[in-house]
């Protein structure tokens, strides 16, 4: 069997980091997406992004446990996503902690979530990171500058209000289907700009 052919059997595989920022709902809802794709997911969860999730949620760890392919424990670095053999289309960190970004961006880690981050950085893989902190100081500036000099993408959920989001889960349905743009992953959940002369 050929290189070729053998690569077009291998599944689409996509390692999701959910640190402990703000908006746990992104990380959730974008396994949901990924699922519909028909994407393999591989998904580590910081101990603050579960602290996240009661705080900000109803979800329990069964339902993250359930929209997940592969769930892994944070400090699991011997796991599969922490190696460059492991073959993905890259990671989505959603959300980002300034913690995660500041560990992605100096190269160390404290546990699976910056591990796999930066395999993905070694690998010249997508790493797109939906940073969540208002505002912003110089340290976080600084650190975005340098994931985005290593390769890596900085996509803050923002909201696009031309596409006139009517809930808030429109809004993250929007922010998700962009993010899924960076892989040429069609969505259906982005309502594209269209200006006609």
Avoid at 3 to 27: C, D, H, M, Q
Wanted: glycine fraction near 8%; aromatic fraction near 6%; include cysteine.
């Amino acid at each position: 069997m050929n290189a070729l052919f053998r690569n077009t059997l291998e599944p689409r595989r996509i390692v999701v980091g959910i640190t402990g920022a703000s908006g746990f709902v992104y990380g959730i809802r974008l396994l949901e997406l990924l699922r519909e794709l028909g994407v393999e997911t591989h998904v580590i969860a910081s101990r603050s992004a579960l602290l996240t999730m009661a705080y900000e949620t109803d979800f329990k760890l069964a339902d993250l446990e359930s929209r997940a392919d592969f769930l892994y424990k944070p400090d699991d670095v011997a796991a599969s996503i922490s190696s460059g053999s492991f073959r993905t289309l890259g990671m989505i960190v959603a959300p980002c902690s300034m913690k995660t970004l500041g560990e992605i961006a100096g190269g160390v880690s404290s546990g699976l979530v910056g591990r796999a981050a930066d395999v993905v950085l070694k690998e010249r893989r997508r790493l797109v990171l939906l940073a969540r902190e208002t505002p912003l100081n110089q340290v976080h500036l600084h650190n975005m500058l340098t994931v985005t000099q290593m390769g890596a993408v900085i996509a803050p959920p923002v909201p696009a209000f031309y596409a006139r989001p009517d809930s808030l889960a429109s809004m993250v349905d929007h922010t998700l289907g962009r993010v899924l743009d960076l892989f040429d992953l069609e969505s259906a959940t982005v309502k594209r700009w269209l200006k006609t002369p």
